[in-house]
């Protein structure tokens, strides 16, 4: 059975840091895509940050280029999101996605994940 957690959000003041973990099971975490997600109140989910198994390359969307740094421990099947810099519009909540053996360009469209975390809630204050 696969299972995809996210910790570690929180609520933080503009121009905080936190920093997320995604750990999955029952998947080959090594041979899998893994990306993040966001959901903002009132907004469709976007990609955040994505990092394709193939390469170590990885994606960032425009609002959060600079910002976040995406890392990947596959000893541990564990996804990071350190997120600095952070502002009022990056609250929302932050999903932890997996997709087994895709290596394709489009790591940052949701649907092409398989499996996905139930979410950690991210605020940011002003």
């Known amino acids: 059975q696969v299972q995809v957690a996210e910790s570690g959000g929180g609520l933080v003041q503009a121009g905080g840091s936190l920093r997320l973990s995604c750990t999955a099971s029952?998947?080959?975490?090594?041979?899998?895509?893994m990306g993040w997600f966001r959901r903002a109140p009132g907004k469709r989910r976007e990609g955040v940050s994505c990092?394709?198994?193939?390469?170590?390359?990885?994606y960032y969307a425009d609002s959060v280029q600079g910002r976040f740094t995406i890392a990947r421990d596959n000893a541990k099947n564990t996804l990071y999101l350190q997120m600095n810099s952070l502002q009022p519009e990056d609250t929302g909540v932050y999903y932890c996605?997996?997709?087994?053996?895709?290596?394709?360009?489009?790591?940052?469209?949701?649907?092409?994940?398989?499996?996905w975390g139930q979410g950690t809630q991210v605020t940011v204050s002003s």
């Open positions: 996605a997996a997709s087994p053996e895709y290596y394709g360009s489009g790591c940052l469209t949701d649907d092409n994940y398989n499996y």
């Open positions: 029952g998947l080959p975490f090594d041979r899998s895509a």
């Open positions: 990092m394709p198994f193939i390469g170590w390359r990885t």
